[in-house]
């Protein structure tokens, strides 16, 4: 059995590190991949980089104490973990030179229609129309898909097999969700008037 490129250029065992070292060694790994990465890394990727039979999850706890009073931090988004600076220092980041990337920069009905999907997904623009008792523009859809906050989802049994509009992971990345059930429940978004240009 041929083993692939990975396994020919990384020792993943690194036997010949005392074991203390072997697993600093592997904690470092992780927090390579996850520094260079801008989306959410599966835990199954991160195992590519350690040893056979060593906890990835163990090694994420570890990472995370080890980081404990830094400015970033580990963090579970999506299916996967990430590094992001800690929410504190939010406002020092966009005063330096607005270099904080996860500016949405959307109109309040963009926001209103993405949240109708992120509530009802999969969703189709007659769906969304419904909702909002009005045509929902293409322009609107590609804006959202544009920032990677929606993607296609499921074509629509209905005729005409529509496509579907689904939230990414991107759109939990930019907020702050681990899942799609730590979304706000829409009883209170509409108490707060959030929903409430649905018109549900």
Do not use: N
Request: charge should be negative; aromatic fraction near 6%.
């Amino acid at each position: 059995m041929a083993k692939d490129h990975t396994d020919q250029t990384l020792d993943r065992e690194l036997d010949d590190l005392p074991a203390e070292l072997r697993w600093r060694e592997w904690m470092r790994r992780i927090e390579a991949v996850l520094f260079a990465s801008a989306s959410p890394v599966p835990c199954e990727d991160l195992g590519r980089v350690v040893g056979q039979g060593a906890s990835v999850d163990l090694l994420i706890e570890d990472l995370i104490a080890d980081l404990e009073g830094r400015s970033f931090e580990v963090a579970r988004v999506a299916d996967g973990w990430m590094l992001r600076t800690r929410p504190v220092y939010a406002a020092a980041i966009r005063a330096a030179a607005d270099v904080g990337g996860q500016d949405l920069d959307l109109r309040e009905y963009d926001i209103a229609v993405l949240a109708a999907i992120a509530y009802h997904q999969p969703i189709t623009r007659d769906g969304l129309r419904d909702i909002f008792g009005k045509e929902i523009s293409r322009d609107l859809i590609g804006r959202l898909h544009a920032r990677g906050l929606i993607g296609t989802g499921p074509r629509s049994p209905r005729r005409g097999a529509p496509y579907t509009y689904v939230t990414t992971d991107q759109f939990l990345v930019a907020f702050d969700l681990e899942s799609l059930q730590e979304l706000p429940d829409r009883e209170q978004l509409e108490d707060a008037g959030v929903l409430s240009e649905t018109g549900t």
